[in-house]
């Protein structure tokens, strides 16, 4: 078993974005791509991560979470040309939601060209 130091170090290594929030939506761990990433870095550790967001951005992360409570693993939160970003749960050994993660892939790419311009 790895300890968390070395976990951390590991974390640190992806260049997108990690932020852990525990099940009341404060934020718990930030990588060194999110504290990078977010204007204020290192001092939203300890915060609510719904105050970062807009009404609808926050209910619609209640919401997650209540689902992720009944069986859900991940959903989308945004998909936009820049990137899109997921909401994933953290289970304990046993199952139970400890929290959830944000994640960061680059947005999909969506084929311009019609099947006719490719015969």
Do not use: W
């Not at 070395?6 to 934020?27: G, N, Q, R, W």
């Amino acid at each position: 078993m790895i300890d968390a130091k070395t976990m951390s170090y590991i974390l640190d290594s992806l260049i997108e974005p990690v932020l852990f929030a525990d099940t009341k939506h404060i934020i718990r761990y930030m990588n060194k791509a999110a504290i990078e990433y977010y204007d204020d870095g290192i001092k939203l550790i300890a915060t609510n991560l719904l105050d970062c967001h807009n009404q609808k951005s926050r209910q619609m992360m209640v919401e997650i979470l209540a689902e992720m409570h009944k069986g859900l693993d991940e959903k989308i939160i945004t998909d936009n040309e820049k990137y899109r970003i997921y909401m994933r749960v953290v289970r304990d050994g046993d199952g139970l939601v400890i929290g959830y993660y944000e994640r960061y892939e680059p947005p999909q790419i969506k084929n311009i060209f019609s099947a006719k311009d490719t015969e």
